[in-house]
């Protein structure tokens, strides 16, 4: 298992401004993974987070938009820049291990 | 693009009463199914990870079966309580090798609510 620790729990954020998203693993991953959920709307994985590489996006997800950062082996950054209205979303991080373990959130809105 | 469905959106049940969902999901390139429960305010927790056809598998009150063949599963909560009141989450991972490690899609939830 791993414990995640996730920060900020919630926020609200103007349009055209950016935040960053921080995420601590207890334990050293290789990888770490960035999901959202839009309202209504499935978990969806934005990116895969590798330590010492550049991160690796889904379709539809964009480094200008998401940039991420992965300095060690337990700490990774999302930011969502020039946000917008329909980034308001849940932005979980995850650890896979046989299941995947989540931070608890981050619940972002943006006016 | 993987499909993965879950029904009905939303439940409400009395206390005590028993419960299923459904997931349907591609039935090729099967690796694995997974079952979360998402509390609000809370980190979605993994019930149950299935991998074999014709699956079961049980947690306390909270069991699951696994049909990959017509890429279906079935969760079953019996005697329903308020603490069961979450969105119950399926997770689809597809075979390809290892490039899917960590990266499941999933349905968009069925919204638990039980009343005492």
Redesign the interface.
Known sequence: SAVISQKPSRDICQRGTSLTIQCQVDSQVTMMFWYRQQPGQSLTLIATANQGSEATYESGFVIDKFPISRPNLTFSTLTVSNMSPEDSSIYLCSVYGGELFFGEGSRLTVL | ILN?EQSPQSLHVQEGDSTNFTCSFPSSNFYAL?W?RWET??????LF?MTLNGDEKKKGRISATLNTKEGYSYLYIKGSQPEDSATY?C?FRYRDGGTS?????????TILTVHP
């Open positions: 993965v997974h979360y305010a809370k980190s979605p927790e993994a990870v989450l997770a490690y960590g990266k499941l899609t999933f349905g968009q939830g």
